[in-house]
């Protein structure tokens, strides 16, 4: 069993940054692939980005590319998204997910989620 809880959200101003944190229970955090999905008002929750259990299998999604930075640190069970140039559409409910593997795009790959923190960028 992994719990997980997100941080960091807020609102900003487009052209801004924000760093959201994840923090996991249990010992085991490292043995998952993480990722961060995200859902607009009115929208479906869609894929963010990912990295693997040891941070060396990294994807994002086209939009975020170049612009969000995702990492993790095992010692401290944590994973971030640092997230930079920020645009009004990236307005969301940002939502941390964990799976046993391998890294995915497909939300029902994650077997964990948190309880999602909101960011919203203003124009």
């Known amino acids: 069993q992994v719990q997980l809880v997100e941080s960091g959200g807020g609102l900003v101003q487009a052209g801004g940054s924000l760093r959201l944190s994840c923090a996991a229970s249990?010992?085991?955090?490292?043995?998952?692939?993480m990722g961060w999905f995200r859902q607009a008002p009115g929208k479906e929750r869609e894929f963010v980005a990912t990295?693997?259990?040891?941070?060396?299998?990294?994807d994002y999604a086209d939009s975020v590319k170049g612009r969000f930075t995702i990492s993790r640190d095992n010692a401290k069970n944590t994973q971030y998204l640092q997230m930079n140039s920020l645009k009004p559409e990236d307005t969301a409910v940002y939502y941390c997910?964990?799976?046993?593997?391998?890294?995915?795009?497909?939300?029902?790959?994650?077997?964990?989620w948190g309880q999602g923190t909101q960011v919203t960028v203003s124009s």
């Open positions: 997910a964990a799976t046993a593997g391998p890294t995915s795009q497909q939300q029902r790959r994650y077997v964990y």
């Open positions: 249990g010992r085991t955090f490292s043995r998952y692939d």
């Open positions: 990295i693997n259990w040891s941070g060396g299998s990294i």
